[in-house]
């Protein structure tokens, strides 16, 4: 028995001393987290960021776990093109886009003269960024933004963004609690970045507040702002699924090479369903690109500059091809 009560006291020994161990450490961590927060305030403040903004918005605020776990993780992509149009591109969203389109239409044509950027177009970034603004990602932006510039793999990044995050507070265009997101720091009905927000939102309806995460009026114009002066342009659509003639020269598939409809047509690109291309328009230049899937390539589109605009917003092949499709099914109402 006495072995026996040997082991056992042993055993709780290293256990005391392993959680004593690991109550230590997670001290530590809050130490370090709470001297990090203390530089950051002190360089917010030092950008005049007021220190009533600083307490109301960093007060408390911890590391999330999850966030560091979704930043780190690397998923495959393993959906083809269909399957992610299917997903991205459902019919019921398309349905909810010509709803959406009807109930905002004064608003949206009103926006589309200003800034040359088709409802349709505005409609189907909404649908695809926030599901029309019911997603809105349910994270706090600040404590997602801190928890990913503390963590260090891309932190001066994310500090950048949390500054931002912290003087549009302070500027009173939302509170801290309002600002809510996705993991990675992207708000409002259009998904936005701090950065992405002082240099492209909008107070449209003047309140003195750029408001895209309740208010539809400054949401629209800041994403129509946003595609204006990234070079849209409001007389073209964004491209076309096209078939390509049997010898196809591949090498001049990609974004590096430009010609006109016209030119495309003489060397045997037609429409997906085999017609010519259109004569109305033969002078508008155009590219080839191919929606490559993992396991081959897979259908290929001749895209106008629209859709180079729209891998400005997202570097995804997959996400230009679906904004486009949802805007054209979703029409013009």
Known sequence: MGGRRTMFARVLGLSVLLAAATSNFATAAEQDFATWLK?????????GIRAQTLDRALSGIQPIPRVVELDRKQPEFSLTFDQYIERVVPQSRVDTGKARLRENRELLNEISQKYGVQPRFIVAFWGIESDFGRLDGGF??????ATLAYDGRRSSFFRAELIRALRIIDQGHTTADAMRGSWAGAMGHFQFMPSTFESFAVDYDGDGKRDIWTNKKDAFASAANYLSRSG?????TWGRQVKLPAGFDKSMIGLETKKSLEDWSKLGVTRSDGG???????ELQGSLVTADNKNGAGPTFLIYDNYRVTLKWNRSTFFAVAVGTLAERIGDG
Do not use: H, M, N, Y
Request: avoid cysteine; charged fraction near 25%.
């Open 276 to 282: 010519a291309l259109p004569t109305t328009r033969a």
């Open 232 to 236: 849209w342009k409001g007389d073209q």
């Open 140 to 145: 706090s932006v600040v404590q997602s933004l």
């Open 39 to 47: 530089g950051l305030r002190s360089e917010a403040a030092e950008k």
